[in-house]
């Protein structure tokens, strides 16, 4: 039974939040199945856009929900 985690990269540039993302996809364990990315939206969409064209191979897809400001990234089992 997976589980899931979630990251705020509210305040950072484009590159800590890369940065951000690869450490914790690297160190997720490996039951969690869900990754919540919360970003932001109102302040700008640079980080927005970087998280969604965002790839990496323990990402299996991403989940876009009504809420503009997170982005929900489904992990490989």
């Given at each position: 039974m997976g589980y899931f985690f979630e990251i705020?990269?509210?305040?950072?540039?484009?590159?800590?939040a890369r940065k951000t993302l690869d450490e914790t996809l690297k160190k997720l364990p490996k039951d969690v199945r869900e990754l919540t990315v919360v970003h932001g939206y109102?302040?700008?969409?640079?980080l927005?856009?970087?998280?969604?064209?965002?790839k990496h191979p323990k990402v299996e897809r991403k989940v876009l929900g009504l809420n503009q400001g997170t982005t929900v990234?489904?992990?490989k089992k």
């Open positions: 705020d990269l509210h305040g950072m540039t484009s590159a800590e109102r302040g700008g969409t640079a927005r856009d970087m998280v969604r064209r965002y990234f489904i992990i």
